[in-house]
């Protein structure tokens, strides 16, 4: 299982970002094996961010986004897909990936 | 050290919130502004910045043809759902001001003479004011990527107030209720809704509550010129208390407000009915940071 997570910069270490669609990084972290892949989130684009990161969610196949509160427009993305958003303001990349696996983080 | 950060919005245009922001920015101790009305800033007429930083900004990317490969054949024209191109004189011609960055022409062109290339969509700067940091914005006429530029205005004014050790950033928000106002609510700590008592002042505040609903920010209402339509105030107070709602202040209808733009000062340099209001909503703004 794979989650995305939206990080200020391209480690565990990073605090999860303020924003979702406009973040600096996407984090693809694999459960099974703690491995992760980085997208550069920086070229998102002008316009409809929030769907396009939802999208990059639905390609990597993840189950579960950890992030700040999306807009509306990602949030209707979201609930399009199967893909489960969970709250990681004020976490670090590290610590909310630990809060997921034990299911403290509250659900979006 | 945490920074706090508030937004003023307000749905509806032209209700006060560079009024309110501007004296804000006087009152508040120390404070980083940003002015996140990247569309149509006004905040640096009255807070006249001195520029330190000048950041590009390139946001859209736009057609651009390679006139050594192109064979003439005028596809590109026909493809062009916004009439960008056209045939002028000898060759094919792109209006950039009419260009969305489709890149359908690209993609129809048989001599792979069109190109999608970033494009310069405006600029951002880091400023200094009387009291303290500034960070605004200037897009370029036609561009339309202002919730993102308002992100890199945001990102710059917190950035600033960490390294610079403030613990408040101050946002001058974006009118509406869509990407721009969104990009200068979400991941604030609160949000005050500048609203006016009339029919379109207490249609978009409901409209814009929802968005700040969205982000579960905590807001709280001022009315501006409240008592220009006394039964509309009630109505909006009505509304805010069924809503659960702060009401943060009213603030009168006052002539010093007129002379203070005029002179392109905060109103809160005058004595005043407004003014000693604004002070009182301000001090009731700041009880929460």
């Known amino acids: 299982m794979k989650i995305m997570l939206a990080t200020d910069s391209p480690s565990l270490e990073s605090k999860i970002s303020d924003r979702f669609a406009r973040t600096s990084y996407f984090l693809i972290y694999n459960l099974e094996n703690g491995n992760f892949d980085v997208i550069d989130n920086s070229s998102i684009g002008s316009h409809g961010a929030g769907p396009k990161a939802v999208q990059i969610a639905m390609d990597n196949d993840v189950s579960a986004i950890i992030s700040a509160i999306p807009g509306e427009t990602a949030m209707e993305a979201v609930r399009e897909s199967k893909i489960k958003v969970y709250d990681g303001r004020g976490l670090s990349a590290k610590d909310a990936i630990g809060k997921f696996k034990s299911g403290e983080l509250k659900e979006i | 050290m ?4 508030i937004a003023i919005v307000s749905g509806k245009g032209g209700t006060g919130k560079t009024t309110l922001s501007a004296s804000f920015s006087y009152l508040a101790k120390e404070r980083v502004m940003a002015d996140c009305d990247v569309d149509a800033p006004n905040l640096h007429i009255i807070l006249k910045p ?11 990317k736009k057609a651009v043809l390679d006139q050594e490969k192109c064979v003439m054949c ?4 026909q493809v062009c759902r916004f ?13 950039e001001y009419a260009c969305e960055g489709c890149g359908a022409c690209t993609i129809a062109c048989p001599a792979k003479a069109l190109q999608l290339v970033q494009s310069l969509s405006g600029e951002y700067y880091l400023s200094k004011t009387d009291n303290g940091p500034m960070v605004h914005a200037l897009l370029k006429p036609s561009e339309e990527t202002s919730g993102d530029l308002i992100a890199e ?14 613990p408040l950033v101050i946002i001058d928000g974006a009118p509406g209720i869509g990407c721009p106002a969104t990009s200068s609510i979400t991941s604030t700590n609160y949000v005050i809704l500048v609203t006016e008592p009339t029919m379109s002042g207490l249609h978009d505040l409901r409209r814009i509550v929802e968005t700040v609903r ?37 603030i009168p209808y006052d002539e010093c407000v007129k002379r203070a733009t005029e002179n392109a000062q905060p109103v809160i340099l ?10 009182r909503v301000w001090e009731n703004v700041s009880s929460k940071i």
Do not use: W
């Not at chain 2, 945490?2 to 950060?5: E, G, I, R, S, Y």
């Not at chain 2, 005028?74 to 024209?77: A, K, N, Q």
């Not at chain 2, 205005?153 to 403030?166: G, M, T």
């Not at chain 2, 005058?270 to 002070?279: F, G, L, R, T, V």
């Open chain 2, 2 to 5: 945490l920074v706090f950060q």
């Open chain 2, 50 to 60: 001195q520029i330190i930083e000048r950041h590009e900004y390139f946001g859209s």
């Open chain 2, 74 to 77: 005028g596809v590109c024209e």
């Open chain 2, 83 to 95: 009439d960008a191109i056209k045939f002028d004189s000898d060759r094919y011609v792109i209006n």
């Open chain 2, 153 to 166: 205005v945001r990102k710059l004014a917190l950035k600033v107030a960490y390294d610079s050790q403030i």
């Open chain 2, 214 to 250: 969205h982000f579960r920010i905590k807001m709280g209402v001022v009315i501006n010129k409240y008592d220009i339509n006394p039964s509309k105030t009630q109505e909006i107070e009505e509304y805010c208390k069924t809503e659960e709602i702060e009401m943060l202040g009213k």
């Open chain 2, 270 to 279: 005058y004595d005043c009915s407004a003014s000693e209001e604004i002070k």
